[in-house]
């Protein structure tokens, strides 16, 4: 049925009745959408039989790549034995079982309990209600301002677009909520300038610890951030920044939660970012590589702190019909056990991901106009700089960033802008001939955007 309409009947049916997440509508009333009919490994082909090289396994999501055969069988099998049920109101099923098992397997220590949502942006308003149902329990009413960072980004929902710190987001539908504040994120390059990267992650955590004292230790209930800030620009915290602000969080008794939708599930080489950074939070957020996008789910972990005072407060009034869905928890079990028997976390740890990091830095520090190379494991980042030796960013950042991606998705490479920030998060089973021909093509790319 797919297969039946020319390209430009698809692009036409689409821009007449689709409105697309992220997108000026009247952009594709113009040009039209990319149709991306199939996709195998890291490639995806469009319906013009271009081959294209997923430098950010969708929305930083297919972890464990495309094509695999072994989780649609499971999806049917699913289907067809117990295609829903919900886990509402003391009803259980074998799938969401075993997944929650599998989980407490894989997460660090003290993990043993999960949530279930259907994407990370209910993860994180999950997580909200429960930080708030948490202070509650305890006593603490007034505990509920929950403190974000400026460009992190915690997903779409009004909760989890007022905790983001995008303000394109804020100025559209009056966000942030009330209860929300932000600091600024811990971009050592731009920010810390006259320190040395651990002087920076010491003073910006020293932002949090102002906020917290602005506002009120009684009155706050949480510190969140993403281990790495993915859409804000891959913003990879110097190594004294989460200890600290872990320390600032248990001195004036605040939750710590840390938004693990992006870093999750092997993408830096490590099963969750927490681990990379060495702290432990109370809580945190997953989504996209818990079931790499063959299926819709995110997962709330808390640990026995907060599980134990969620359990003392009785009903926990929060749910969705698709908590703990059997095809999702089903498909999310074979993934993350692939990710783990497959030995696909493991291999991005020791062998692929500091391959990417060793050429990534190699192939674009060459570039004038090009700095701040960076990343872990198998995300990565540069910045588009008008000047490295004064660290002079473009005043126009958000275009210069969008005609840098543009051409390399006119060379069948898709890496992603944001504003001035190129970044890449490529399926973790990408192989080191892969990552070579990735990186050729950047390359030429960037000697076209010069
Ligand atoms: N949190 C983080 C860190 C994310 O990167 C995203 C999405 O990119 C979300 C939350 C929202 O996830 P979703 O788009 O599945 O709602």
């Not at 509650?136 to 710190?165: E, F, P, Q």
């Amino acid at each position: 049925m797919q297969n039946q309409r020319t390209t430009t009947e698809w692009r036409e049916l689409d821009a007449a009745h689709h409105l697309h997440p992220f997108t000026d509508t009247n952009s594709l009333n113009q040009q039209g959408a990319r149709v991306i009919t199939k996709a195998e490994g890291i490639y995806l082909y469009d319906s013009e039989g271009n081959k294209i090289l997923d430098g950010m396994a969708g929305l930083w999501c297919v972890n464990i790549g495309y094509g695999r055969k072994d989780l649609p069988e499971v999806a049917k099998q699913q289907m067809e034995q117990l295609a829903y049920y919900n886990t509402f109101f003391k009803t259980t099923h074998p799938a969401v079982v075993e997944l929650s098992h599998l989980l407490s397997e894989v997460a660090p220590e003290g993990f043993k309990h999960v949530f279930y949502t259907n994407s990370g942006s209910e993860s994180v308003d999950t997580m909200i209600r429960m930080v708030r149902r948490y202070w509650d329990v305890k006593g603490k009413k007034d505990k509920k301002t929950l403190i974000g960072r400026w460009n992190g980004y915690h997903g779409s929902t009004i909760g989890g677009a007022s905790l983001g710190g995008m303000t394109y987001m804020h100025e559209q539908g009056d966000l942030p909520i009330p209860g929300i504040v932000h600091v600024e994120q811990p971009w050592w390059y731009k920010h810390g300038k006259d320190m040395t990267p651990e002087e920076f992650g010491l003073a910006a955590a020293k932002w949090v610890e102002d906020k917290i004292l602005e506002v009120g230790a009684d009155k706050v209930a949480a510190f969140v951030g993403e281990p790495i800030q993915g859409a804000g620009g891959v913003i990879v915290p110097p190594s004294t920044y989460w200890p600290e602000i872990q320390r600032i969080c248990q001195k004036y008794d605040i939750l710590l939660v840390a938004d693990e939708v992006i870093c999750g599930f092997g993408r830096t080489g490590e099963w969750f970012g927490q681990q990379v950074f060495g702290f432990k939070p109370d809580i945190f957020t997953t989504a996209k590589g818990l079931s790499s996008g063959y299926q819709p789910i995110g997962a709330v972990f808390v640990n026995d702190k907060v599980a134990t005072t969620l359990a003392a407060g009785g009903d926990f009034n929060h749910g969705f019909t698709y908590s703990g869905h059997p095809v999702a928890a089903a498909v999310a079990h074979a993934n993350v056990k692939a990710l783990r028997d497959e030995g696909i976390v493991d291999r991005v740890k020791n062998d692929t991901g500091p391959y990417m990091q060793k050429r990534w830095r190699e192939v674009f520090s060459q570039f004038e106009h090009v700095d701040d190379v960076r990343g872990v494991g198998l995300i990565q980042a540069f910045t588009l700089v008008k000047n490295k030796a004064t660290r002079e960013l473009f005043p126009d950042f958000g275009e210069i960033g969008t005609m840098c991606r543009d051409i390399f998705f006119k060379n069948n490479l898709i890496m992603r802008a944001c504003g001035d920030h190129i970044v890449s998060a490529p399926p973790l089973v990408i192989s080191k001939e892969e990552i070579d021909q990735m990186l050729e093509t950047a390359a030429k790319c960037m000697v076209e955007f010069e």
